[in-house]
């Protein structure tokens, strides 16, 4: 898959694993294995751009006698979905149009 297609899409996923609830690194990584395997590395990296860019905000919360971070979706993350749900669309119909073609080589 294209590095730049796949990164895109990973920056959704994470932001959909953080629609509902804020939550914390190690969570994310588990609502997300169903569909895409993510190690810590990638994942934190992944975050790290989501806040750079203003889509996520990070706050610590002390948890068993340590800190761990927490990370929230803001409106700019929200919106950041729906233009995905917009763009998916078009992909659709790139993707129905390929392998259309591809039928017409059999």
């Known amino acids: 898959m294209d590095v730049q297609l796949k990164r895109g899409l990973l920056d959704v996923c994470v932001l959909a694993a953080l629609k509902d609830e804020d939550t914390y690194g190690y969570k994310i990584i588990k609502d997300l294995k169903p569909c895409v395997e993510l190690s810590e590395s990638t994942l934190y990296t992944i975050l790290k751009r989501l806040e750079t860019g203003g889509f996520i905000t990070v706050y610590s919360v002390e948890h068993e006698g ?14 950041r979905i729906d233009e995905f749900r917009y763009e998916w669309q078009e992909i659709l119909s790139i993707y129905r149009f390929i392998v259309g073609k591809d039928g017409d080589h059999e």
Do not use: N
């Open 66 to 79: 340590r800190l761990r971070k927490y990370y929230h979706i803001t409106d700019r993350g929200l919106g």
